[in-house]
């Protein structure tokens, strides 16, 4: 019996000797990836097993079971950290967690803001020194044929996220990674639209969200502005937003909106045309393109900036005037 006892503690030994040595292994084997580059999303609260999984939906090859028992045994799952990170050819289990775990600090980082447009974030990344600038010379249309995108407009297709990056990394690759975190962003919302929602497309819809974006002062407020432009939309009315006519202004913009501005007819000019300018207006965050999606309920056809951040809707334009004269006029 002891000699029983003593053959199955030895076979439970080799075998747990031989399962730590292929997990040794396998935490240094490089993780095949679908591509050269693949960018990794952790959203704010994501728990390890949700992090293992988001790695696997980048089309990574990985157990995300596996992935996620070597984030709990190495002591560090709670040290991971959200943000938007890339994982590239090579990498392995082990160096996924060490980037993870600290937020690579030890890299670059780049942040491209909600509600800015193209011009403003090439500017950015021309002015990167830890960038190689090869779209610099670069006209719109030639950047985005080098983005494999040729004839599409590059005005909001960028998301607005913190990209980290290894120094010597080029323009293109970080525009690359902002162009497939917007798709994914943009096929996320128009999968979720409400059935109502008066845009036909998901061009439309980025379109409408830039909109919202820009006219949005304080987050909360984001559906109301939504319903108010989709309001509009169903009803044939113009949309008379102001950002849009800004963009059409372009770089000549002062920043004073001038009656003239609103009376003279561009693509852009909301007052003079109706339905949604020809392309976005500005790069739309994640809660722009829900509320774009998911606009609230109700007649509001109008709304004014209360002075603090807020707005007041109204469905009237009696009562629209009253408010402009309230908030506006102090009367």
Do not use: C
């Not at 102001?242 to 202004?249: A, K, M, N, Q, R």
Request: zero cysteines; glycine letters at 8%.
């Amino acid at each position: 019996m002891r000699r029983f006892f003593l053959s199955v503690f030895l076979i439970g030994a080799l075998a747990a000797i031989g399962a730590g040595t292929w997990g040794l292994w396998w935490v240094n084997q490089p993780v095949p990836l679908p591509s050269p580059s693949v960018d990794l999303s952790i959203e704010p609260g994501m728990l390890p097993r949700g992090v293992a999984q988001s790695v696997a939906d980048t089309g990574a090859t990985i157990n995300p079971d596996l992935l996620y028992w070597w984030f709990r045994l190495s002591g560090q799952a709670r040290q991971i950290k959200a943000g938007s990170y890339e994982m590239t050819t090579g990498i392995t289990p082990r160096k996924l967690l060490l980037k993870l775990a600290r937020g690579d600090e030890a890299l670059q980082a780049v942040t491209i803001v909600e509600g800015w447009n193209f011009r403003q974030v090439r500017a950015l990344l021309a002015r990167d020194p830890n960038l190689k600038h090869d779209a610099l010379g670069l006209s719109d249309d030639e950047l985005m044929n080098a983005l494999n995108r040729p004839g599409l407009a590059p005005e909001g297709r960028f998301f607005p996220d913190t990209y980290t990056y290894a120094r010597g990394s080029t323009e293109l690759a970080l525009l690359r990674r902002a162009l497939r975190a917007m798709d994914k962003r943009l096929d996320a919302a128009w999968a979720q639209r409400q059935p109502d929602v008066p845009v036909k497309t998901p061009q439309e819809a980025l379109i409408l969200a830039s909109i919202v974006e820009k006219e949005t002062g304080k987050a909360v407020d984001r559906p109301a502005i939504a319903g108010v432009f989709a309001n509009r939309l169903r009803l044939g009315m113009p949309l008379q937003t102001d950002p849009t006519v800004i963009y059409g202004l372009g770089p000549s913009f002062d920043g004073n909106l001038r009656k003239k501005d609103l009376q003279a007819d561009t693509p852009f000019n909301t007052y003079t045309r109706n339905g949604l300018p020809p392309t976005p207006i500005a790069m739309p965050g994640k809660a722009a393109l829900l509320a774009a999606m998911h606009p609230a309920a109700g007649k509001a056809l109008y709304f004014v900036a209360r002075g603090d951040g807020t707005s007041q809707f109204s469905a009237t334009l009696e009562e629209h005037n009253r408010a402009v004269n309230k908030y506006q006029r102090g009367q």
